[in-house]
């Protein structure tokens, strides 16, 4: 019952026109391999090629609603997706460039964009008042062809999708759905708690792959490990998980709960617990997270406004609790409480270590988090279309300084049919 075909990896326009050119990244892929509750016993998973394509037309008004549904980075942070009300935009994230606009129809939103790297092939899920897909399906997007060339049909809403050289992930409200890109042929699927967040997080240099996600209880990470075939539980948390993030190689992996005032570290091979930092003593939800490219630092970002950035302690690429020594000798330069030294006699709060940097954004909008290219930066990004580039100091810490500021909706600058980025 189900027809498949994939995207010919032969093909020399298998990339974006204007990225075939542009190597900022070492990591951007220079080839890809023949490369609801559904699945093989489900009769409602589907997948087909293609679908319809939903042509814009340019004799309506092209100024309908530009909300957006959806806000995310690709795997290398080197660009960004914005789902909005009649398509999706992706821009440059350092520096800041619009790089490219598809306007699908007169009225439909996108609620979630998924980007592999910069590579030409997307996946899109529909979204907002009105989405021009249903949000049970994901749609594979060639934009070499400008146009769906598969879908992949679920009985409930697709909260979130993962893309790898190799792999699409699809998250559920319950389950998660791990399919070989090159035939679109179900792999593995993982049941999970109630999940409307969509959180699922997967390796992107490290193969075979490794997935972290929810458990099966309030508070716990599952990692999947497929190169070892191994499962392991976690108990993260005492209440719900609320955001995570992995670093690329599947080494190390952060987790907020819905308290929102401890972030704590984790090594995804043993689940063993190597970090705790504090956000702040007040509850709050946690937007984003996100490592920088060593390990050295990880962002935070919440409901409350501020951007925390926090020092780890790296030692041969994993995250390693410091001794007593070195904790001590860290928390004059790293804004470690100076009460700390005193943690068998005070309350854990008193013991948490403080971010080194901050940034302070408005209250209420929700913000994510990573970090740029250049040295020291963090890039932010709002649902309300702002764009934030910062940097921190991270001998004396303290406020960050802004270094530029755009607002997304306000930019036209995209690139023409055709013109190549460099």
């Not at 699809?170 to 409307?196: G, R, S, W």
């Not at 990880?298 to 926090?310: I, M, Y």
């Not at 970090?371 to 702002?386: A, E, L």
Request: proline share 6%.
């Amino acid at each position: 019952m189900t027809t498949v075909s994939s995207p010919n990896p032969k093909n020399p326009n298998f990339f974006f026109p204007f990225m075939a050119q542009h190597h900022h990244s070492p990591t951007a892929p220079h080839h890809i391999p023949p490369d609801s509750d559904s699945g093989p016993d489900d009769p409602s998973s589907s997948s087909s090629f293609p679908p319809q394509f939903h042509p814009h037309n340019p004799t309506q008004d092209p100024t309908q609603s530009s909300a957006i549904y959806h806000l995310s980075f690709n795997q290398d942070n080197g660009c960004f997706a914005a789902g909005l009300g009649n398509g999706f935009r992706i821009y440059n994230t350092d520096p800041f460039k619009p790089l490219f606009r598809r306007d699908l129809d007169s009225r439909g939103g996108i609620g979630l964009v998924a980007m592999l790297f910069r590579c030409n092939i997307l996946c899109l899920v529909g979204g907002g008042p009105d989405p021009i897909y249903p949000m049970t399906k994901v749609m594979i997007w060639d934009d070499h062809q400008s146009r769906c060339i598969g879908e992949l049909s679920f009985r409930s809403e697709v909260k979130n999708v993962k893309l790898r050289r190799d792999s699409i992930v699809v998250v559920l409200l319950q389950k998660i759905f791990v399919y070989n890109f090159a035939d679109l042929k179900l792999m593995h699927q993982i049941e999970t708690v109630l999940n409307p967040k969509g959180l699922c997080e997967i390796s992107h240099t490290s193969s075979p792959m490794v997935l972290v996600c929810p458990g099966l209880q309030k508070g716990q990470i599952r990692v999947e490990n497929y190169g070892s075939k191994r499962t392991k539980f976690v108990m993260a948390h005492d209440s719900r998980i609320a955001c995570m993030t992995m670093t690329q190689d599947g080494r190390l992996l952060a987790t907020a709960s819905s308290k929102g005032t401890l972030i704590r570290v984790f090594n995804a091979m043993d689940g063993s617990l190597l970090q705790e930092v504090r956000r702040g003593a007040d509850r709050a939800e946690i937007y984003s997270l996100a490592f920088s490219s060593s390990a050295q630092w990880l962002a935070v970002s919440s409901e409350k406004g501020t951007v925390h950035v926090f020092s780890l302690k790296v030692d041969s690429g994993l995250v390693t609790l410091a001794n007593d020594r070195s904790h001590a000798a860290a928390e004059a330069n790293l804004g470690i409480s100076s009460l700390s030294i005193l943690k068998g006699v005070l309350p854990k709060y008193f013991r948490s270590e403080w971010s080194v940097a901050q940034f302070r954004l408005p209250e209420g909008l929700q913000y994510f988090v990573a970090f740029g290219h250049q040295k020291n930066t963090i890039v932010i990004i709002g649902m309300d279309g702002s764009f934030y580039r910062c940097q921190f100091d991270p001998g004396s810490g303290g406020e960050m300084t802004q270094l530029e500021y755009h607002n997304v909706l306000n930019v036209d600058d995209f690139l023409k049919p055709g013109e190549t980025f460099t």
